[in-house]
């Protein structure tokens, strides 16, 4: 079956630290991969996402390579702010439904 | 303004109590969905819709029910709530199939006592 297997939280960063956020699938087909972000109090937004093997999905200074060799999608930012503190959910789209983590909390302290 | 929305944002209910939440996208999507979120496990999908009148049972789909009659609308119903769907829960869209990007509602919080 599908699944997603994320890094436990939480994660506690001083600003301008180096972020991973492992991230590990199980998948038939070719499925795509996501990651989502949640702010307190808000639904989910679309951070970035990579559709093939060896794609890099980019957004805000956030990077995600699609590793089929390693079915993995992990999380990185170089150097995190304050406001990057929210739940970060990694997701895949197989088929036509959808499967999340169980989210990881970033808090970033100034 | 592109949105998905849904009402109420909070409910509390008692067992047994039918109710209805409402999920409506004004982005013309054909592709729509209804997740629970619960500590630990993160977002499950409940049901999706691919198109009007046609209704997929995702991960969870046992003690509810959807529909698709227009478009832009897709109510999530609980025939007889029960407190194990207690539970923050999310619609989504998307335009054409799940794996483009998903825009969510700002979540229903529902209490069942």
């Known amino acids: 079956g599908n699944s997603v297997t994320q890094m436990e939280g939480p994660v506690t960063l001083s600003e301008e630290a180096f972020l991973t956020i492992n991230c590990t699938y199980t998948a038939t087909g070719y499925p795509s991969l996501f990651w989502y972000v949640q702010y307190p109090g808000e639904g989910l937004q679309l951070l970035l996402k990579a559709t093939k093997a060896d794609d890099k999905g980019s957004n805000k200074g956030f990077e995600a390579t699609y590793r089929k060799e390693t079915t993995s999608f992990h999380l990185e930012k170089g150097s995190v702010q304050v406001s990057d503190s929210a739940v970060y959910f990694c997701?895949?789209?197989?088929?036509?439904?959808?499967?999340f983590g169980t989210g990881t909390s970033l808090t970033v302290i100034p | 303004e592109a949105q998905v929305t849904q009402n109420p944002r909070y409910l509390i209910t008692v067992t047994g109590k039918k109710l209805t939440v409402t999920c409506s996208q004004n982005?013309?999507?054909?592709?729509m969905s209804w997740y629970r979120q619960d500590p630990g496990l993160g977002l499950r999908q409940i049901y999706y819709?691919?198109?009007?009148?046609?209704?997929d049972k995702g991960d969870v789909p046992e003690g509810y029910k959807v529909s698709r009659k227009e478009k832009r609308n897709f109510p999530l119903i609980l025939e007889s709530p029960s407190p194990n769907q207690t539970s923050l829960y999310f619609c989504a869209s998307s335009l054409s199939f799940a794996g483009e990007t998903q825009y969510f509602g700002p979540g229903t919080r529902l209490l069942v006592l």
């Open positions: 819709s691919m198109n009007v009148e046609v209704t």
């Open positions: 997701a895949l789209s197989s088929g036509n439904q959808f499967y």
């Open positions: 982005m013309n999507h054909e592709y």
